[in-house]
């Protein structure tokens, strides 16, 4: 470790600072003003709500000020300021968290959303973007490079979280998780210091923040190995829903080549110009398939799935890679929502049955079912080389449920019901796809060994537990 960060500094304009009304109190307000040179927001100014705000807008806590860093050192000086004043610290980068982590009541939110800047270097193949940026800003950065790392499949997702806890998207099979192509990370440690972690510098750690989340540190800059991707054979497939449907899309999606990874969802036919208006709401499997290869070979790919059925709708084709988001650009929207998932050996016969008629029958609110099919280059990855252990999942089934606050507890019931339906032989839960569901789902996220090795780190970097807002791991 290195680069140990000097005491706070004293700037003219946080000396003006006016007293104020934050439950800090106004001595307090004024030390955390004083500590950094970025801004400090309280319940009332301009930002303030649009800074807290989260993707899952259940999650609704007001934090007494948030930090807006200008940089790495501000981080550095709140988590030293969070400390002095005895205050909790929760972390914000793309607001994504399904569990809503990204917040707190009464604590210091530390929004790195200003710190987004992205760096793309064609000559060493190496992308570096601060811990705030998202992946849309990432993505869009390298594809004028005709590169790309692999993120997940939504653009406004934060890089924080997403590559933290491991970053499963559209290259999975091709390139990997984003864990498997992060180089090193510069991060901010509990006691405030700055340091680079990598393979080299610090293995254990470097292991750790590879799925085990914002346990660890704070990130302020990630750097990712780039490969090429440009031009891909993407796009949807809409196909109807039936046994046979389901059965035939996992099996082709499994024996696809690695080029191939396809990102499923169940659901009603949206209105869209190209489907009938009579069609809309028509229970239907949204095939979302992504060819990172030579576009001849993409088109041989994709025809088992073309011949699983006669497509409602068929918008497969040539695309540069960033077009796919478009697809699941509903997504971004900020929503209630309710998400439960699991890794699964195969899809067995009861769960496709259970998408039938779960689909086929009122759901409250708006249902999708989300299949991943995984393996490839992320299966390949051994699991024990990084805290993500779960590389010999095949599918990543996932129920999720847009509903309202008035109808939340009801669509949790039903969400974790029909999940329990789909889950039989799981092997285990996504880190990212867990929203705070106990002790018991927690352990199927990190497994024994797994566990006792993140356990371990966080004794060692970590050891009052001052980075508890997340999955925690607990020192002790
Ligand atoms: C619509 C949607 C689509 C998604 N799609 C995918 C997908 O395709 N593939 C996939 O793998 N995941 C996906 N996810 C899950 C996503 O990866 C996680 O929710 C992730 O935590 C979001 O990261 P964030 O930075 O946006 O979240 P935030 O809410 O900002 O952060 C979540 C947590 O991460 C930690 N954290 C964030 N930034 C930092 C940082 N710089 N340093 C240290 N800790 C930090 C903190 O503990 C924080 O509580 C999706 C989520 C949503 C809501």
Redesign the pocket.
């Known amino acids: 470790m290195s680069n140990p960060v000097a005491g706070p500094a004293t700037s003219a304009a946080a000396a003006l600072a006016p007293a104020s009304s934050s439950p800090l109190g106004a001595v307090d307000l004024r030390a955390l003003r004083d500590a950094v040179s970025g801004q400090v927001l309280v319940d009332g100014d301009a930002g303030y709500d649009a800074a807290r705000g ?3 807008t259940h999650y609704d806590r007001k934090p007494a000020a948030i930090v807006r860093p200008a940089d790495a050192i501000d981080v550095s000086r709140t988590v030293q300021t969070a400390h002095e004043l005895g205050l909790e610290l ?14 707190t009541d009464g604590g210091i939110l530390l929004d ?1 959303r200003t ?1 987004n800047a992205v760096d793309i270097d064609p000559i060493r193949w190496v992308g570096s973007a601060q ?2 940026a ?1 992946a849309g800003e990432y993505t869009m950065a390298a594809h004028a490079h005709g590169m790309a790392t692999p ?4 653009l ?15 290259l999975a099979r091709k390139h990997g ?2 864990i498997d192509n992060l180089l090193e990370a510069d ?1 901010v440690t509990a006691d405030g210091r700055m340091v680079t972690v990598s393979e080299e510098s610090d293995p254990d750690l470097f292991w750790a923040i590879r799925g085990g ?8 800059r990630f750097r990712y190995r780039l490969h090429p991707v440009e031009i891909v054979t993407g796009g949807a497939l809409f196909l109807p829903l039936s046994q046979q449907v389901l059965r035939g899309l996992i099996d082709a999606s499994v024996e696809a080549p690695d080029e191939l990874t396809q ?1 499923s969802f169940v659901m009603p036919l949206p209105p869209a110009p190209f489907l009938p208006p009579e069609l809309v709401g028509t229970p239907a499997i949204a095939v979302m398939p992504v060819f990172s290869g030579p576009l001849d070979e993409g088109a041989a790919a994709m025809a088992p799935f073309r011949a699983l059925a006669k497509p409602y709708a068929d918008l497969i084709g040539p695309m540069p890679y960033p077009a796919q988001y478009q697809f ?1 650009s509903g ?2 929207e900020p929503s209630v ?1 309710v ?1 439960r998932s699991s890794f699964l050996p195969d899809l067995t016969e009861g769960g496709i049955d259970a998408i039938v008629e779960r689909h086929s029958n009122p759901v409250p609110g708006m249902a999708f079912t989300q299949l ?1 099919v995984l393996g490839g280059a992320m299966g390949r990855v051994p699991a024990g080389a990084t805290a993500f252990a779960h590389r010999d999942a095949t599918v990543m089934a996932s129920v ?1 449920t847009g509903t309202s606050e008035e109808h939340y507890d009801e669509a949790v019931a039903w969400t974790e019901a029909y999940q329990a339906e789909l889950s039989e032989g799981s092997t285990g839960v ?1 880190s ?2 867990l929203a705070d569901e106990g002790a018991g789902r927690l352990a199927k996220a990190y497994p024994g060994a797994t566990y006792e090795r993140l356990v371990q780190v966080k004794r060692r970097v970590d050891p009052d537990n001052f ?1 508890h ?3 925690n791991i607990r020192p002790s």
């Not at 406004?156 to 559209?170: A, D, E, F, P, R």
């Open positions: 989260l993707h899952n929760a972390v914000k980068s793309g607001g994504h968290s399904v569990a809503g982590h990204s917040a790195m710190l811990g705030g998202t993120f997940g499949d939504t406004s997702v934060g890089l924080g979280g997403l590559t933290l806890g491991g970053g499963i998207g559209w998780m984003t991060i989340g914002g346990n660890f540190g704070i990130v302020t990102i699941t997504g971004e929502g998400l991943r999720i996504y990212n796809f980075f807002g997340n999955h």
